[in-house]
Every structure is written in C-alpha cells, then in structure tokens.
C-alpha cells in the first residue's frame, strides 16, 4: 500500500500560545508520510521559534501579507501531492489526515475534506471561549455533508484541484474561505465531515469575539449578496441575516 505525501500547510501570524500544539498534533498523526509546513506571516512573538523546535520546516513570508498569501506560500513550497490547510490555533485528531486522505480517496468525488471542531476548546481560558467552542462546535454538526463552501481549520485538498482551481485570493485577508468555497464549489463535492476533528484555540473575551464578528461580517455581506443561493454550511439563511445586522 502506497502513501502519497502529504503537506500540512500551516499559515501563522503570533499564535505563539498554540503553535507547538498545532505542530506536534500535526507531526504524530497515524497517516505515515506527512511534511509540516509553517508559514510565518512576519510575527511580532516567538511563534516562528516555537514551531521550528517543534519539528516543522518554518518559512517567512518576507512582508506581512495576510492568511491568503501565507497558504499559498505554503503550497508553493510544499511536495505533497495532498494539501492540509491547518489553522495555526487548531491541533488535529491523530487521525484526522488519515481521515482526509481516505476520503478524498473514497470515489465519491470529493474535490475537498472539511474538518471540524470538538466541543471543547485546545486551551481553556474563560467561559467565553467555553460558549464560543460550542457555539462553533454545533455550527459545524448542523452544516456535516456537502457544502458549497469551505472551513479552511482543516482542509484536505488534492495538488490538482488546487493547482485546477487556483491559490486563494491574495488580496482578500478575511474572506478569503468564502471566496475559495465559491471557485471550489463550482467544480468538485466539497464534504464538511465530522469524521476529521480537531480542537480550535477559541478568542476568550468578548471584546476579541465582538471585534471579530463584526469585522468578518463587514466583509462578507459583499460575498452573500452577490451570489443567488446562500451557501450552505455557514453561510445559512440566519447567518447570512445577522451578518447584514452585525
């Protein structure tokens, strides 16, 4: 049985606090042949440090640039012939990868594996980050299946449908997943799937939580009036209408 290699991409910028989590879950997964790939968008903190002693290959960015830039990056200088996109702020199930690769070899057609979130959050700080952990949690059970978008935490993607699809759109620093779940969605099955888990370092106060809503929202009204259906998965009908609150 062969394994083909797999990157795990990991844009980061100051998560120093979850870094090496993020990187060790990532070195000890089951699946057997794994490269771990950190992106540094230019940190302020000892981030890039923390994830070389960890065991992964850190390269720069050379000019703070955004998550979009840093993954393409990533991908660029990667050998895999499957792409993991793993959120600095997130530690996988140690079966997670093998998970992703099992089923985007499943003959289903999937273009794209979507992890999701466990209830619980990597690092306990607050109540808030209990609430936002589940909230979260229980946003991804209701959106398991094919969507028409894509949860960048974790994502599996084959080399060829992304060199087919293209990188992520630099220019866009905070909408850059719903862009990308558009261009993905029109051509391959994208699976949110509760079968690939990790834990996600959750925002801890309510000024960080409100600060980030409002701002992501901001930017993806834009997206949700342009298109003629909503998305699915995130992009439901309730969310779509307190993102035009907010």
């Known amino acids: 049985m062969t394994f083909p290699l797999v990157s795990v991409i990991v844009p980061n910028y100051n998560y120093g606090r979850s870094i090496g989590l993020c990187v060790e879950a990532a070195l000890n997964q089951t699946y057997p042949n794994i490269e771990v790939v950190v992106v540094d968008d230019c940190s302020t903190d000892d981030s890039a440090a923390v994830a070389a002693a960890a065991g992964a290959r850190v390269v720069s960015t ?54 999701t979130y466990e209830p619980e959050p990597l690092i306990r700080d607050s109540l808030i980050e209990e609430y936002r952990s589940l909230q979260q949690y229980y946003l991804l059970l209701k959106s ?32 850059e997943d719903q862009d990308y779940g558009r261009r993905i969605s029109e051509r391959y099955k994208v699976l949110s799937s509760l079968e690939v888990l990790g834990r996600h370092d959750h925002d801890d106060t309510v000024r960080i939580v409100l600060d980030k809503v409002f701002a992501r929202a901001r ?28």
Not at 220 to 244: D, E, K, M, N
């Open 62 to 115: 050379g000019v703070n640039s955004g998550v979009a830039v840093a993954r393409n990056l990533g991908a660029e200088l990667s050998s895999g012939e499957i792409l993991v996109f793993l959120d600095s702020d997130v530690a996988m199930h140690p079966d997670a990868v093998a998970r992703s690769v099992e089923l985007l070899g499943s003959g289903q057609g999937y273009g794209a594996i979507c992890g």
């Open 219 to 246: 930017l993806a009204v834009p997206l949700i009036l342009s298109r003629r259906a909503l998305q699915g998965g995130f992009v439901t009908g309730p969310r779509a209408g307190a993102s035009l609150a907010a």
């Open 144 to 175: 398991e299946g094919v969507i028409d978008t894509v949860h960048t935490a974790i994502l599996a993607i084959p080399r060829q449908v992304f060199d087919e699809v293209g990188p992520f759109n630099p220019v866009l620093r905070h909408t």
